[in-house]
């Protein structure tokens, strides 16, 4: 089967959210605007307190779905359905935002680190004025898969015949967590109609014969099969795929449309409390 090799690095760009958090871009930047079904990447993390207790208060969202992982932390949710949500290390957290959610996530520590990710996953132009709706996993409801130098999470889609905590119809998502030991090696079969991207966040990689450096997303390009080893020092990196919509995408900040017409739309429906 062919194997997927890396089609572009993308660095982070580091930007201020919410109410001054600094968070580190991989997607929804110049330098990768999005990657159908995909339109933001945040990587956020610090030990410094200064630095994230501010979290991010309440603010809107319409046409597209947040997950939120939690790698280490204690995260509080609450939105506009009445939804409380308790995220917190190694918890992950599905939110579609659909016809429109209002909602905060902030911080429930004052000292420690606190890491994590965000990804926006664009929802179909049929799903995207549909009702919104929210799902939790504690750090327990995701299963793992361990095998020698190899240790994998799966929030969503499938690995080694284990099925993740999240299932999206719409896009397919397959989200990986994974660790390797140094050296080690890691596979992992993929739709070849997906497109499929990797961030890794701790130690550095090869894909194929391309080195990967730490806090650096690899977009992929075809094939049937992602092929991975570890560098000295080991890695962790999230894999991340998805099947296109091949729809137009129209983004004004926290709303994601079709047409122009539908961000006005949104504007003027938040502006009257709809």
């Known amino acids: 089967m062919p194997t997927r090799a890396i089609q572009q690095l993308v660095p982070t760009l580091a930007v201020s959210e919410g109410a001054g958090v600094t968070v580190h871009r991989a997607i929804g930047t110049p330098a990768l605007r999005n990657l159908d079904p995909f339109l933001m990447l945040d990587h956020f993390g610090s030990d410094d307190p200064d630095e994230y207790i501010a979290g991010f208060p309440e603010h809107p969202h319409r046409g597209f779905i947040t997950f939120t992982y939690m790698l280490d932390g204690h995260m509080e949710h609450r939105d506009s359905m009445g939804n409380q949500g308790d995220l917190k290390s190694g918890g992950a957290q599905w939110m579609k935002a659909a016809s429109g959610v209002i909602h905060s996530e902030m911080p429930r520590q004052s000292e420690g680190r606190m890491r994590g990710f965000q990804l926006w996953i664009n929802l179909p132009a049929s799903e995207k004025m549909a009702a919104p709706a929210y799902q939790e996993f504690a750090a327990a409801e995701i299963p793992e898969v361990a095998d020698g130098d190899v240790r994998v999470r799966v929030l969503a889609g499938e690995h080694s015949g284990v099925l993740g905590a999240v299932r999206d119809p719409h896009t397919e998502v397959l989200y990986l967590d994974v660790g390797l030991a ?3 090696r890691f596979e992992q079969v993929l739709p070849v109609a997906h497109n ?3 961030y890794v966040f701790e130690g550095d990689a090869r894909v194929a014969d391309t080195p990967l450096p730490t806090h650096t997303l690899a977009v992929l390009g075809t094939g049937d099969v992602v092929a991975m080893q570890a560098g000295a020092s080991g890695t962790r990196f999230i894999l ?3 099947r296109p919509l091949h729809e137009p995408i129209v983004q004004y900040g926290p709303f994601v449309m079709n047409t122009r017409e539908e961000i006005e739309q ?8 709809l």
């Open 182 to 184: 140094p050296g080690a």
């Open 240 to 242: 991340v795929a998805g």
């Open 266 to 273: 949104a504007l003027a429906d938040f502006r009257a409390g």
């Open 196 to 198: 499929a991207f990797i």
